[in-house]
């Protein structure tokens, strides 16, 4: 493919073993240890704030190739700043949950610097390494991306083994040994704190399951309930409350408590909305308290006989449709653990989940039904929600259940006169459901108010809200109901002793529906409009390049803003500063480092705009977001990994011109996936997953291979003009990638993930052009 070095001075003097293993470990660690943080802060903060702290702790990353500049060389030891990585991770962990700052954890503003600090020396440790060995970047960077490809697929088991925590203390254990063996031929005094510091940390790790040293906090009096999880708030209000069990894993962490009634447990994912596991012995008559739940009303209307539930949690939506006389109940549920806690708690729920006409699967709904052939009388949805943590580039995976496209799929898998019945707490979210569904329905050919005729709402009474979140329901049938139809659904909410918000025919004067379907204002004023307790929300329905559902804020949410201007302006001014310290590096030394700067930054974030947008994409077809999480991300790393070693081979001559090809080839490839993704998935989506699995790292690795290039070739370059400046274009790179993950979500939640993807490949057509430069300048 390309031409082989032929001076010494092009392949660069060749790298030990043990820094080449130190630096698959470090960075191994660092995807790990990111993924694990993100698991361990979902519990305790919400969306927005979760994904603050995250990308400010993982610039850590930038900030340690930064601060490499400023130390002098008899500073840095190899063996000591993996040594420090490793024991920053319990310090961060004890500094977090047993030290007094647990108490204020959630009020804490400078939180994020605490777990930055891990990460600045991961940072440290990478950029010293490319710093002493730049001429051969291709092997080094093989190395790194071997480590963090390997991470991808080592994480699910390691967080459904030792959960989030565990899994911090694992790498720092990992880390002190690995820095006891980087100190061999070095130091003997190392060599026995890297002992010392391993044996203190395997310790930790050890006992902590049964000390619980290192724990979740419990909130303080007053604590902020916008930035906090239900659990921690029931556990603050209420002592009585014991976690049973909990579990583990790369979609969440599940706690099964009781509070207080031993007839029901509580499954918490992530600390959020609790579905119930009910006591059950098999005999109907003891539960049939449930048909006074808002959420029977599709049993009131109808009797069906085939039932799809999706996100069944903790088996209520199940019983329900057992008292409705359901002959099959087909269940997709997301998270396999509270699916593994069902069956471990059998004897409590009554084999729920063994029983005769009873089938659950571990999947995604919307995927699930996408690939099912079978039609339903009934798809049932209670409080399924929409935003899952992830390290989708520091970025939240959002779900597709709730989009536009996916009100199209139910609606094609219901039988003529099935219902899709959907649960809600909130009215909001309703109206935003409501109005999806009139929108497929005028895509359908229907004006709307015909398509409001298709529709019942209903809410419990507001006295009844603090006692559960089954607060509003939303009926969206096939067929339009007719006059008969709503006067038989009347009556039901009636007897279910709930109001009726909207039932065609008999009650669509009610707000907040009326104006709607007597045709005053169309879908467009509606929205405009419409507003909450005086706020005006953003209640559009949400498209699949925009997945949001859950998300009804009118404007872009401020976190993401100030994360965009902060990490931009650091990388600018970083960018800035290398230039300035370059002004006496001869002819032309602050521009090419400027332009330099600019390179490294245009990689960092371009990476981050594909990879972000291509995990979103995929979760459809795989069916599960962990799944389409691993499998991207192991396929575009792993692909790197050997792109970036079959740069080595390129003569540094030759590296502008290969620069140029690789990043042209990035932006075809991206936009012939752009063009047959949508066949491929369609082709291939009622294949087993093994082989949608094998179809998505077969799909990836040539893009991969590609990505992996332009990376360590930079490095190369740039090391011409001095070693000293390639810690500062590291650091540089790992900002613009915080940046790119960040601007990824900025521009999904303006304009869709479609956008971002665009975004990326014009990222490198402006690496193209750089590389197009320095090519043609070397050739004059």
Not at 287 to 311: D, H, M, N, W
Not at 433 to 450: C, D, I
């Amino acid at each position: 493919m390309g031409e082989r070095p032929t001076s010494s001075d092009d392949r660069g003097a060749a790298i030990p073993g043990r820094v080449l293993a130190a630096t698959f470990l470090v960075a191994l660690a660092g995807v790990c240890l990111e993924v694990a943080l993100v698991r361990v802060f979902a519990l305790l903060f919400r969306y927005h704030h979760l994904f603050l702290l995250v990308s400010v702790a993982v610039c850590g990353l930038g900030l340690g190739g930064l601060i490499r500049t400023y130390l002098p060389d008899r500073w840095i030891r190899l063996w000591a700043v993996a040594l420090l990585f490793g024991l920053s991770i319990p310090a961060t962990l004890l500094l977090l949950f047993r030290s007094p700052l647990a108490t204020r954890l959630v009020e804490t503003p400078w939180l994020p610097a605490v777990p930055l600090v891990p990460f600045l020396f991961a940072g440290l440790f990478l950029a010293e390494v490319f710093r002493r060995h730049a001429a051969q970047g291709g092997a080094l960077y093989f190395a790194d991306l071997s480590g963090a490809a390997l991470a991808a697929l080592l994480i699910l088991p390691l967080l459904q083994w030792l959960g989030g925590i565990g899994v911090c203390l694992l790498l720092g254990v990992l880390l002190c040994i690995g820095a006891t063996l980087l100190a061999a031929g070095e130091s003997s005094r190392g060599r026995i704190v890297g002992a010392l510091a391993a044996m203190a940390c395997l310790l930790l790790l050890v006992t902590n399951p049964r000390t619980r040293l290192v724990d979740l906090p419990l909130l303080p009096a007053g604590a902020d309930p916008s930035r906090t999880k239900p659990l921690l708030r029931e556990m603050r209000a209420n002592p009585s409350i014991r976690i049973l069990e909990t579990r583990w894993s790369a979609f969440a962490r599940t706690d099964m408590t009781e509070e207080g009634d031993p007839s029901v447990r509580y499954l918490y994912t992530d600390g959020d909305t609790p579905t119930n596991m009910i006591r059950f012995d098999g005999d109907l008559k003891k539960v049939e308290g449930l048909k006074r739940q808002i959420a029977f009303l599709p049993y009131t209307v109808s009797s069906p006989e085939s039932v799809l539930c999706i996100g069944p949690g903790g088996g209520m939506d199940v019983l329900l449709g057992l008292l409705g006389g359901a002959k099959r109940i087909t269940g997709a549920e997301v998270s396999a653990d509270i699916v593994r806690l069902m069956e471990a708690h059998r004897d409590f729920n009554g084999r729920l989940y063994e029983h005769p006409g009873v089938s659950i699967h571990v999947a995604d709904g919307r995927s699930f039904v996408a690939r099912s052939r079978e039609k339903h009388d009934l798809i049932f949805s209670a409080l399924t929600q929409s935003a899952t943590g992830s390290r989708a580039g520091i970025a939240l995976a959002e779900s597709y259940i709730h989009t536009r496209e996916a009100f199209q799929v139910y609606l094609d898998h219901l039988t003529d006169e099935g219902i899709y019945a959907l649960v809600v707490q909130e009215e909001p979210v309703l109206v935003r459901a409501f109005l999806t569904a009139v929108s497929v329905l005028a895509e359908r050919g229907a004006s709307v108010p015909e398509a409001c005729r298709h529709l019942v709402a209903a809410m419990i009474p507001r006295e009844m809200h603090p006692f559960t979140p089954y607060r509003r329901i939303l009926l969206v049938r096939r067929s339009p109901f007719t006059p008969a139809d709503s006067e038989r659904v009347l009556d039901g909410i009636r007897a279910l002793g709930v109001h009726s918000l909207f039932v065609p025919h008999v009650l669509e004067e009610l707000p907040p529906f009326a104006d709607l379907a007597s045709g005053k204002q169309s879908l467009e004023e509606y929205i405009a409009e419409y507003q909450f307790e005086g706020t005006h929300l953003n209640v559009a329905p949400r498209p699949d390049d925009q997945p949001f559902f859950l998300d009804l804020s009118p404007s872009m949410p401020p976190v993401l803003l100030r994360l965009l201007w902060g990490i931009g302006l650091v990388t600018l001014l970083a960018g800035a500063w290398l230039a300035f310290r370059r002004r006496r590096g001869g002819p032309g030394a602050p521009l090419r480092s400027l332009l330099g700067a600019l390179y490294f930054a245009l990689l960092g974030a371009g990476f981050m705009l594909l990879e972000v947008p291509f995990i979103q994409q995929f979760i459809l077809f795989l069916g599960h977001p962990v799944l389409s999480l691993t499998l991207v991300l192991f396929a575009l790393l792993l692909g790197t990994a050997a792109g970036s070693r079959r740069s080595q081979r390129w003569a540094v001559s030759a590296l502008p011109a290969r620069v140029f090809a690789a990043a042209t080839g990035i932006v075809i490839l991206v936009l012939l996936y752009r063009a047959v993704l949508p066949g491929v998935f369609a082709l291939l989506l009622g294949q087993p997953v093994v082989v949608r699995g094998a179809a998505t790292v077969a799909l990836l690795l040539p893009l991969g291979m590609l990505l992996g290039m332009p990376f360590p070739s930079g490095i190369r370059w740039f090391e011409r003009d001095g070693s000293d400046q390639v810690p500062w274009l590291w650091g540089i790179n790992g900002f613009a990638s915080v940046l790119g993950s960040v601007l990824a979500m900025v521009l999904a939640w303006k304009s869709g993930f479609s956008a971002a993807l665009l975004a990326g490949m014009g990222s490198y057509v402006l690496v193209a052009i750089l590389a197009g430069m320095a090519h043609l300048t070397r050739k004059a």
